[in-house]
């Protein structure tokens, strides 16, 4: 089943009908057993038909998230590691990622606040003072507040090679910054775990001309999900849950950078399809006239 937050309440659409649920998002997410909790809700939920619900979708579509911090898993695919140690070779820091690569923990660093996030049709946004920006299609879990993986989303965790290859104690200027992680379009919650087959496939346009287009299947990645998940709860608590994204394996080659315009198309098997446009943060002095 997926599920859509909008202005209008959450939309969930399963076995071809579509409900209104007007629960606020945070307690209608953070369920001990969301997908058991939803199929009991739907005995009650408002039906609605799928030309309003498209209608909603289209014109009121929110990111799938509410309080919940957003965190991120780094260099789980063996090319995140290549990509990384070949950007920070100047800087003498290229073996920190083969070691994290390898080490028992993980790389795990706090991405973003809600209001940082924006969801399927907003813009992204590149930092001017960074010269090599790449999107990270990365699959993101929802977990809820018991440390228990509860859906699936995608994930955009924006990026500043530049910054990062400078010196990885940049990472997180590289990382967070307004509008630098985009999710949506909505949560997919399952009875069973992801499978392990899911594809994750991204293209990047320029004036409607794909300048890069790649795909990766979830079993590449060197750590499970829940050894993630668990990592993040030892010493934290959550809540109303968190997000979790779980590392990219796609890379653009390293002549490409992202530019103002830019489409950025994120899809995942299962879940459907992100897309942002890229753009620069507006100055303060601008957005106030
Ligand atoms: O090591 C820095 C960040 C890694 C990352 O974001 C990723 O592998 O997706
Ligand atoms: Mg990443």
Not at 1 to 16: E, H, V, Y
Not at 161 to 187: D, F, H, T, W
Not at 224 to 244: H, I, K, Q, R, W
Request: with cysteine; proline share 5%.
């Amino acid at each position: 089943m997926r599920l859509f937050k909008t202005t209008k309440g959450a939309i969930l659409f399963l076995d071809n009908q579509s409900y209104l649920i007007t629960d606020t998002w945070d307690e209608l997410i953070n369920q001990p057993a969301l997908y058991n909790h939803l199929m009991q809700s739907v005995k009650t939920a408002k039906l609605i038909g799928e030309e309003q619900a498209s209608l909603y979708i289209t014109n009121h579509l929110l990111p799938p998230i509410g309080s919940q911090e957003v965190w991120a898993a780094g260099v789980t695919y063996l090319r995140s590691r290549d990509a990384r140690m070949d950007e920070s070779k100047d800087s003498g820091a290229a073996d920190c990622y083969q070691r994290v690569y390898e080490a028992e923990r993980p790389e795990l660093f706090f991405k973003a606040v809600a209001h940082r996030v924006v969801g399927h049709g907003g813009t992204v946004n590149i930092r001017k003072d960074s010269v090599w920006n790449v999107p990270e299609p990365e699959l993101t879990l929802y977990i809820n507040s018991e440390g228990k993986i509860q859906a699936y989303t995608i994930g955009n965790d924006m990026s500043s090679r530049s910054i990062e290859g400078e010196n990885p104690l940049y990472l997180p200027q590289a990382k967070v910054y307004e509008k630098s992680a985009a999710m949506g379009p909505c949560l997919r919650i399952t009875a069973e775990p992801i499978s392990p087959e899911t594809e994750i496939r991204l293209v990047i346009y320029r004036n409607g001309i794909s300048m890069y287009q790649g795909s990766t299947t979830i079993n590449r990645m060197k750590r499970s999900l829940t050894e993630l998940a668990n990592y993040l709860f030892s010493e934290c608590d959550f809540p109303s849950g968190v997000f979790l994204m779980t590392g990219t394996c796609l890379v653009p080659p390293d002549h490409f950078t992202l530019q103002k315009d830019d489409v950025v198309v994120i899809s995942i098997d299962g879940i459907g399809t992100l897309t942002n446009t890229v753009a620069l943060k507006e100055s303060v002095a601008a957005s106030n006239q």
